[in-house]
């Protein structure tokens, strides 16, 4: 049996988790679902489905992973030995495995975008769809920043819990903060901030529809990194001091706070230059806010420089640190149940891994015509991670939880063993029994339907 290590502290505990939630789902595409969806309304049910989905979700990956002390699949075979509820640890790993082979490859364009900030190649006049589209497609330069990437994600990996991930998690997470704050205050002095700020700030209710609510559920899922194994895996090297209540509260927190304000850093900005819609889709970041930056600060370039390449720096850090709790829910399984020690196991995964994400990246490019079920490589990944396994690994997990586990067992893990007061306990429990399958099977029939 490997020697299994711990978080050293409590602060390590949370930085960790808050570094696997917060990544390109909140810059990214939080504010992207807040443009598509309307604003304000959407932010409010975003608020409403972290408290009753989110932090419940997260508390019950808590108590599995600190209760077991293992890796996802493993913690599934030991509370439950024999039965098919392992078929959830599996399918966690195995979808943490797909997603990173291709949350790499898009943090590989950030890393790009970064260095290009850097070299004042988002500062011209040109037409950045054009230049997105052209950069994607190429076989090549996507893939080197990729790899650049992965041995950047793998090296913290193979260091280890203590020294790699806390560590790590413990320098970045407080840089991703001061960055972002740095940001909004920037970008409240942008000419058109007061635009940005009323259409995050002013609820328009008309707009919310029943797919506006599962969107904001889909994206509280996302962002949150759960049903993943991922979070369960870090809980396995919880303390038994760590309190999970809380500790889930302060991460989902973090996570929702970096969300908005993200939402805060984009908004003003787009709004401050004439004809940019904030509604563009995934090409908000790489697409819109280029071309915002080259029209806001064509006449101070410095500012440009300074705002563009933070921005960029900020979704870098957010990426790699998701990546890296994606990276170590697949190694801490390859660790425990094939025998195979950190670096040997770390390297296999990463090389694994970016063998699919080979294909993912040619799928922008030269792979672009083949497709399955009408979607190309990376369309698929996408849709079977985020549309299916992952609604559907939230769903056994509450049932699991709320119906299969031994009441005390929870009750003990969420309480330090009554040491702890938790005086929602039995609300807690209605909602991983009740409100969360039936809200997420919502999810999911609405998905595969739509
Ligand atoms: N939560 C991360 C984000 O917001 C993505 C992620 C999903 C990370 C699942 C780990 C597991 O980008």
């Known amino acids: 049996m490997t020697e299994r290590s711990n978080f050293g502290s409590k602060l390590g505990v949370v930085l960790a988790s808050a570094g696997s939630a917060v990544g390109l789902g909140n810059v990214w595409r939080f504010p992207t ?6 604003g304000a309304a959407f932010i409010l049910i975003y608020l409403l489905c ?6 419940p979700v997260m508390m019950s990956e ?5 209760h077991t002390n293992a890796n996802t699949i493993t913690a599934f075979s ?8 392992r078929i959830e640890g599996v399918a966690g790993v195995f979808v943490a495995f797909l997603i990173l082979s291709y949350y790499t490859i898009i943090s590989g364009w950030t890393l790009y975008y970064l260095v290009q900030s850097l070299k004042g190649a988002l500062l011209t006049d040109q037409d950045y769809s054009v230049y997105f589209n052209s950069f994607v497609s ?5 893939l080197l920043y990729a790899i650049i990437f992965m041995v950047m994600t793998h090296l913290v990996i193979a260091r280890g819990v203590q020294s790699g991930i806390e560590r790590f998690s413990k320098i970045m997470m407080p840089m991703l903060l001061l960055i972002i704050g740095i940001l909004v205050v920037c970008s409240f002095g942008m000419p058109g901030a007061g635009t940005g700020l009323r259409f995050l700030l002013k609820p328009d209710f008309s707009k919310v529809t029943a797919s506006v609510v599962l969107s904001a559920m889909g994206q509280a899922f996302f962002s949150l990194s759960l049903a993943m194994g991922c979070l369960c895996t870090y809980a396995s090297y919880f303390t038994p001091d760590t309190k999970l209540v809380k500790t889930a509260v302060s991460v989902c927190s973090i996570d929702t706070f970096v969300a908005v304000l993200s939402g805060f850093i984009i908004f003003p900005a787009v709004f401050s230059v004439p004809n940019v819609s904030p509604d563009e889709g995934p090409g908000l970041v790489f697409v819109t806010l280029p071309n915002v930056f080259n029209i806001a600060f ?3 370039p410095v500012l440009g420089y300074i705002f563009s390449g933070l921005f960029y720096m900020l979704l870098l850090l957010a990426a790699l640190t998701s990546a890296m709790s994606l990276h170590e829910s ?5 660790i425990e149940s094939w025998g195979i020690p950190r670096k040997k196991a770390s390297a296999m995964v990463s090389a694994s891994c970016m063998t699919l994400g080979v294909l993912c990246s040619l799928s922008f490019g030269v792979l672009s015509d083949f497709t399955i079920c009408g979607l190309t490589i990376f369309g698929l990944f996408d849709f079977c991670a985020s549309k299916i396994i992952m609604p559907a690994g939230g769903l056994i997990i509450c049932l699991f939880v709320g119906w299969y586990l031994d009441r005390k067992l929870v009750y003990n893990e969420l309480t330090n063993c009554d040491t702890v007061p938790f005086r929602l306990f039995r609300f807690y429990i209605f909602l991983v029994r009740y409100v969360v399958p039936i ?4 999810i999911f029939i609405n998905e595969l339907l739509g």
Do not use: D, M
């Open 138 to 142: 190429e076989p090549f330069t996507p």
């Open 78 to 85: 030991k509370l439950a030995p024999g039965k098919w509820w």
């Open 33 to 38: 679902e807040v443009g598509n969806n309307g």
């Open 50 to 55: 972290v408290l009753a989905v989110g932090v």
């Open 330 to 334: 697949v190694t801490a399984y390859v």
């Open 298 to 300: 064509h006449s101070i």
């Open 62 to 66: 808590f108590l599995i992973g600190r």
């Open 439 to 442: 809200a997420i099977g919502l």
